[in-house]
Every structure is written in structure tokens, then in C-alpha cells.
């Protein structure tokens, strides 16, 4: 892989207030890989946890910016990855995954996907705008496939 950065600043669970990284970069580990991103907890000031899923911040792809809010993402939310560690800040640098396996948090919604289906980042129930795994249905951009339905297990193929 030549040109792709080999050292890395930050472990894949660590985070930072500046950008260590260059956001935007790749990193891959073994099967996995990881892009570096700014995490904004949006309006709805949400916090995140280790598989929580996480949508582009409106028109903030290319500069790499992330929420679990999906109130302040697209009105067709664009999947970004899945967090790998906990953030309790506004404006937090970190890794997220973008492909290969990974857990998920939260459950899959609905009796659909299940195993074996594409997943889309949608819609949460019980009134909350926290990204979650859906069916892709219409007009939402897949983000991987579910491995394991009642294991959480999906395997992850989001946009770079």
C-alpha cells in the first residue's frame, strides 16, 4: 500500500481535541478498516458508545464530519460507520469503522434486516434521533450487511 500512512498517533479507541490524525485518513487493521473523523453531537447533544452508528453531518462528507443526531444529518441520512470507543464531547476527533466485522449496540430495528440483508443508518424508535441500523429501503445508502441478527454482528461497507 504504498503512499498510506503506517503510524498512527492515537490508538483506534482514543480520541483528541485536535486533529492528530488529518481528518479523512484511512487506517486499516488486519481485516478492518478506520476512518478518522470529527464526531459532533449535534443538537440533541448525544453521546456515544463503542457500535453506535453514525451518519454524515449535513453536507459535511467531505470534510469528514460525523453525529449519531440524525437531526442535523441529510433528510436521507448517509451512513458513515460505526463508533469505536465512547465520546462525551462536542467537536471530539476519533477513529470510526467502515468496513469489516463488527457489533453493533443496539439492536437492529424491526423484524427486517435479517440475517443476510443490507443495512442503512435510520431512524431510532421510541422518539429518539439516534442513528440506528435499518432496512435500506428506498433511497438510503446501504452501509454493510447483517451477519448476526440477534448477535448484533454486521459486516460493515461504508462509503470511504
Do not use: H
Amino acid at each position: 500500500m504504498n503512499g498510506q500512512k503506517k503510524v498512527f498517533l492515537t490508538p483506534l479507541t482514543g480520541t483528541a481535541t485536535t486533529d492528530k490524525e488529518g481528518v479523512g485518513t484511512i487506517r486499516w487493521e488486519g481485516n478492518k478498516c478506520y476512518k478518522w473523523v470529527l464526531y459532533d453531537d449535534g443538537t440533541g447533544n448525544l453521546d456515544i458508545v463503542a457500535g453506535d452508528v453514525l451518519v454524515y453531518k449535513a453536507i459535511n462528507y467531505k470534510n469528514s464530519v460525523v453525529t449519531a443526531d440524525l437531526t442535523d444529518a441529510d433528510t436521507l441520512p448517509v451512513g458513515a460507520g460505526i463508533a469505536v470507543t465512547t465520546v462525551t464531547a462536542d467537536q471530539t476527533y476519533m477513529w470510526m469503522q467502515i468496513k469489516g466485522p463488527a457489533t453493533l449496540s443496539l439492536d437492529p430495528l424491526g423484524s427486517s434486516p435479517g440475517d443476510g440483508d443490507r443495512i442503512s443508518a435510520g431512524a431510532t424508535t421510541g422518539g429518539t434521533d439516534k442513528a440506528a441500523v435499518i432496512d435500506p429501503g428506498a433511497n438510503l445508502t446501504p452501509i454493510g450487511t447483517t451477519i448476526d441478527d440477534s448477535a448484533k454482528e454486521v459486516a460493515l461497507d461504508c462509503l470511504f
